[in-house]
């Protein structure tokens, strides 16, 4: 079975360009979640899909960062304009459900580097 | 509010020796999850174990052992004869049944183990 795909795998980028992330959850999977992973610190999530449609985008700073999963299956994040303090890796990972008893898979990440 | 300290930034042991990561949480929920994942250099989060808040019996999987206590709120994880393959950073996690599932995870503990 195939895990979670990530690309790119890294980037770098200057301040106030932008940038995207794809995710292709495991088939089947109806959960896709983003996380912001700082170094030295444990994941944060930033957008919780069910499907096509978002659970959770409490913590997206969203006048810079937008997702979106448009057929219920892969899934873009991007940031527009990028600052400093986005340099982190990104993990998307998937569950069958959204459920708090659930699984998540996760990718490989994107390391992001905003010098 | 949710919340999963790891205190122990880094371990360093030298093979063959016992260890133990800590982990403590606080949720004012009666009904949780908690989880252990691994996070080997290659950068993606590995599912180790899950515990829902009803189930208190420890567990042991080949050297993998979880010690859960409800009445200190912890959920420690022991690795027996420890081998150079468990370097990685740990993270302990926690999932409410309420509020929308959100996966909360500690700050990781990085384990080194010296051949």
């Known amino acids: 079975e195939a895990g979670v795909a990530q690309s790119p795998r890294y980037k770098i980028i200057e301040k106030r360009q932008s940038v995207a992330f794809w995710c292709n959850p495991i088939s089947g999977h109806a959960t896709l979640y983003w996380y912001q992973q700082i170094l030295g610190q444990g994941p944060k999530l930033l957008i919780q899909f069910q499907n096509n449609g978002v659970v959770d985008d409490s913590q997206l700073p969203k006048d810079r960062f937008s997702a979106e999963r448009l057929k219920g299956v892969d899934s873009t994040l991007k940031i527009q304009p990028a600052k400093l303090e986005d340099s982190a890796v990104y993990l998307c990972a998937s569950s069958i459900s959204g459920g708090a008893k659930n699984i998540q898979y996760f990718g490989a990440g994107t390391r992001l580097s905003v010098l | 509010a949710q919340k999963v300290t790891q205190a122990q930034t880094e371990i360093s042991v030298v093979e063959k020796e016992d260890v133990t990561l800590d982990c403590v949480y606080e949720?004012?929920?009666?009904?949780?999850?908690l989880f252990w994942y691994k996070q080997p250099p290659s950068g993606e989060l590995v599912f180790l174990i899950r515990?829902?808040?009803?189930?208190?019996q420890n567990e042991i999987s080949g050297r993998y052992s979880w010690n859960f206590q409800k009445s200190t709120s912890s959920f420690n994880f022991t690795i027996t004869a420890s081998q150079v393959v468990d370097s990685a950073v740990y993270f302990c996690a926690l999932s409410e049944a309420t509020g929308g599932f959100k996966t909360i995870f500690g700050a990781g503990t990085r384990l080194f183990v010296k051949a």
């Open positions: 515990r829902n808040s009803f189930d208190e």
């Open positions: 949720t004012r929920d009666t009904t949780y999850y």
